[in-house]
């Protein structure tokens, strides 16, 4: 083979001197980062990716003697070996840092097409025709428990999408649940702590848990999907949300305000807490082994995409704050549109490489689709790709396969160099702009894409003045609790309530006797029912520590715990999102 490969190096310059190497597999590396992203997401034909290689090797290529005896003196392990050296080195290093939220996960490619022409509220390409189909990867999870803790736990469940399209990738990060514990990014690590392991003993903490809603009023909407069923869906049978409001922006430069829905095919269901308990000891693996059998067998899972939306001008009107992650928009107000349809087909060929090393950002946004004045969402967009760089130990993440945008139209990155840099990089072109060897054309700064300009549409902010002040309609108000009310009361059957009220229970009795009047004082400026009802499924010898009477009193004020109104808002929100007149 040695001396075929000199005569066709000698015979035929510029020819490819590796025909054996180009007849296996070769561990991937004879494609790159955007062949692989084709061939994992479906669009390449062929089967999955196989080792067809007739020995085991080393990372360098060097051929394994044998794998179960190492080099040795009179069977002492000889440090000279630099095959079990390696073998040794890779292992100690071949878990990634865990992901601080979403570290159990589970996923699948696909596709989404469009269904209906939403091309009136957004230029984005992707969503420009019915019809039109994009490859997209979408991981599930759950939020605040480990990454080997069982996948039906209670808990939130994550649904992440990937869009890979022709004007890069777009990821949309949503949850099971329309809304979210906080509003505040400085509040965003506290919720994520108060659901994570204490830090003294490594317990679960039901007494963080209570804490946390305990003192903050907003988080009651989300607390209550977190102890109803519906933070135990039966596997992947649940509906999904983008949670925050997002702004689409057509080709006239006019813009709308949206929020995601995803209704599921399949139906949503949810197990009881009895259920849940025997699930998680049957299987640990029960979600993650759901999506991977039913894809291995040929069938799909499938959401229609939908979306609300709501004009710059009705969202100065309405009587709730539309860009606050704790609420949701109501259905009668702004009616639900579908847009598309979410097809999960494809099972991962490996979890590491395309699951575990997946990253999304809110962050990932394309011409069309932007920022909304949600707070949280503002910092979200910045945070989870740093959080991101800093798991996968850099920030040439784009190179992995998974987040490869490998259907953009152009790719040249005005970033350089770093860790594991293994794409064209320079690439021969300067390293700085304006240069004098490319378009110093003020225009080509914010250029445009099949006629459309790619610039950020400008919307007016709560004000322009830098403080601490907030900017939320309902932040120590009792409106706080106006939605909330409305699930408790009229969407809610019995039968939820009784689920809701006997979850809360069992896990309640966990909590310390402060803790438990702090939380039942808001559940009942939500409703006296619902905390009473709580309260009578207490243990006997806890109901006498409470005082039911003074947890009604307390409730008056329920919506000030945890509040400074010294930086509460003063003049609301009038003209928060309100486009820039002449602007467009």
Known sequence: MAAFIQQTLEKVPGVDPRPLQRSQFFSGLNEGPAATASRIAG??????????SPYYTSNFGQLLPDSGHPLNVGGIPYQGDALLLEKQQAFDRSKLQERIVHPAGWAAFGKFTVTKDVSKFTKASFLSSVGKSTPIFCRLSTVTYGREYPDAARNPRGFAVKFYTDEGNYDMVGLNWPVFFVRDPFQGPDNIRSQQRNPQNFLLDFNAWFDFLANVPESQHAGM??????????????????????????????FVYVKYHFRPHH????FDFDQTIMTQGVDPDYSKRQLYETLKNGGTYKWTMMIQVM?????????????????????????MQEVGEIELNRNPEDYHRDVEQAAFSPGSLVPGIELSPDTLLNWRAFFYRDAQYTRLQSANIHQIPVNCPFLSKFHSPDNYWGSMRVDGDVARK????????????PSSRAPT???????????????????????????GEPTEYDQVRELYTRVMTDTQREHLHSNTAKLLKFADTIVQHKYLVQQCAISPRYAQAIYDLLPADQQAKLDIEKIGQDASTAHLVGKDLSFKSKDGRSFMGMPIPHAK
């Not at 004009?311 to 009616?335: C, L, Y």
């Not at 300067?430 to 054309?441: G, I």
């Open 43 to 52: 669009l390449v034909s062929g089967s999955h990716a196989q080792d067809n």
């Open 225 to 254: 999907m977190l102890l109803s069923d519906h933070a135990t869906p039966d596997g992947n049978h649940f509906s999904a949300y983008g949670c925050h409001t997002f702004k689409w922006v057509n080709a006239e430069g006019s």
């Open 267 to 270: 139906g949503a269901k949810q």
């Open 311 to 335: 004009t710059p001008e009705e969202a100065s009107q309405t009587n709730f704050d539309p860009f606050d992650v704790t609420k949701i928009w109501p259905r009668g107000q702004f009616p």
């Open 430 to 441: 300067p390293t700085y702009f304006p240069n004098s060897y490319q378009s110093t054309d």
């Open 449 to 475: 894409f099949a006629g459309k300009s790619v610039a950020e549409v400008p919307h007016q902010a709560a004000s322009n003045i830098v403080s601490r002040q907030s900017h939320w309609q309902h932040e």
